[in-house]
């Protein structure tokens, strides 16, 4: 495995590790109420701002990955960046498609 994919792997397992934290954090604070942390995301005008930004982020990748994927027919690829985009965050889904997208095709 070329370092730069070690790097992509390692992005992903920090992009899944640390989001998830405070999200498990809070739903074991609040219970698994959804629109509670979508509230809570909302809770003034800078998170309300980085949650805008996220999502235009998460929108761009997601027209990005599509558009690669159609043109590479690694439609696979969708099945795990999908969720881990919409699931987790950017933070994850985005590395994880780089590790992928980056790994030799023989």
């Known amino acids: 495995m070329s370092g730069l994919r070690m790097i ?3 992005l992903t ?3 899944t590790i ?3 934290r405070y999200f498990l954090q809070w739903f074991g604070e609040n219970g698994f ?3 509670g942390m979508v509230d809570a995301w909302h809770a003034n005008a800078a998170s309300s701002g980085l949650v805008w930004d996220l999502t ?3 929108a761009a990748l997601v027209v990005w990955m599509c558009a ?3 043109q590479r027919k690694d439609y696979w690829v969708l099945a795990l960046c999908l969720p881990a985009t919409f699931g ?3 933070s994850c889904g985005l590395p994880l ?3 992928l997208r980056a790994r030799s095709v023989t």
């Open 56 to 58: 235009v982020s998460a």
């Open 8 to 10: 992509y792997l390692a």
């Open 13 to 15: 397992v920090a992009g």
């Open 33 to 35: 109420d959804i629109m």
């Open 88 to 90: 987790i965050g950017v």
């Open 68 to 70: 690669e994927v159609y």
């Open 97 to 99: 498609y780089l590790f």
């Open 18 to 20: 640390l989001p998830m």
